[in-house]
């Protein structure tokens, strides 16, 4: 015990320093990250949409997905083939809801609601 504590201590601030985090392997992280590394694919009812609200690729992808909340209660997860979520944004009051189906190759957006 007299060597474990600094020892967790030690590698907890070495760690810290390199930005190593374990929130890359949580579940609405890792959705996220793969959404964002597929090719995106949008619904015409999500294009005008997004008209309508001006929004931009550059801004759903940058700000609305990455910093977005999946709901797992209200997703599907383990549909096959593909699998659709629901990500909300921002987490806390969200403003925007997005529905999308993330396949093997591409991410097809097909819904966005503006809750407020």
């Known amino acids: 015990m007299i060597g474990l504590i600094p020892g967790l201590l030690i590698v907890f601030f070495i760690l810290n320093k390199k930005g190593a985090s374990c929130s890359g392997y949580l579940p609405n992280s890792r959705?996220?990250?793969?959404?964002?590394?597929?090719?995106?694919?949008?619904?015409?009812?999500f294009k005008a949409e997004m008209n309508t609200y001006r929004i931009n690729e550059k801004f759903l992808k940058d700000e609305i997905i990455t910093n977005g909340k999946v709901d797992f209660d209200r997703s599907h997860a383990q549909k096959k083939p593909c699998p659709d979520y629901l990500l909300i944004y921002p987490k806390e009051n969200p403003t925007y809801e997005i529905t999308f189906e993330k396949c093997e190759e591409t991410v097809t957006l097909n819904d966005l609601k503006k809750l407020k």
Request: glycine share 0%; no cysteine; proline share 0%.
């Open 31 to 45: 959705v996220i990250a793969e959404t964002l590394s597929k090719d995106f694919k949008y619904s015409d009812s």
